[in-house]
């Protein structure tokens, strides 16, 4: 197994909905929501976090894929077939090296943390009602048998907020290059669903926009090039635009 290639998939997550993404409670203040969103610590804003993303993207195509990947009880699929297009990809458990020696090789997609982009970080502070990019929604629920409402608060990402996304693809065989193809069809699934939690109430409705593919052969680290566009996809920047395309090249 050699390394062949690696592929740059950055773009836009886009919020058509509020976004919900859960951090921990510890830090609850007096006053504070019910459930606040995930902040990075650092600079105090809200982030998508590719563990978040990479999750979402595997369990859509476990339920996609559900007569391969999807398990009785509903745990994340992991197997120790050295051929499993999703472990491949996405990664398997620690306890689950492939068979008889044979190798899989690393984990082929790697997602990076996605933080808010600089249109949005002045959109919030521009707009009252937003505390560290995040405003906070009341819900209520009644009481099914007196009517009494009962108030809930949940922190959430305004809609019209967008992350700057950025994930790694590697390729180490020509099976790779047929494998990119699920991480685009994931995030189709993902706009077609929603990020985060609540997407049955509305929340987390996303787009994956402005995507650019760019690639570094082996010789592009030796010689300390850059990434190089993908000719494929100049004109594709969405998920849907470069599974067709991937299909034009194919046929
Ligand atoms: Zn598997």
Known sequence: MQFLKNYQISGKISCLTGLHIGGSSDSLGIGGADQPVIL???????????SSLKGKMRSSLELKYSDQWLTRDGSPHTCDEDDCDLCI???????DNPRD????????LIIRDAFP???TQTQWEEREG?????????EN??????????????ERVPAGSAFDFEMVFSVYS?????????????????????????GSRGYGKVAFEKISVGWKNAGSYRSGDDWT????FVEATTPRAILRALREKRT
């Open 141 to 154: 629920y009644l009481n099914r048998i007196n009517s009494v409402a009962k108030p809930r608060f949940i």
């Open 89 to 95: 990809v996405f990664g398997r458990g620690a306890k």
């Open 117 to 119: 982009d600089r249109e």
């Open 174 to 198: 020509e099976e790779d290059e047929a494998r990119l193809a699920y991480l685009f069809e994931a995030l189709s699934l993902v706009e077609d669903t929603y990020l985060g939690k609540a």
């Open 40 to 50: 990075d610590r650092i600079r105090n804003v809200p982030i998508v976090p590719g």
């Open 130 to 138: 937003i505390v560290h990019g995040t405003e906070i929604k009341g």
């Open 101 to 108: 020696g044979r190798e899989s090789g690393p984990t082929r």
């Open 229 to 232: 566009p993908d000719d494929r």
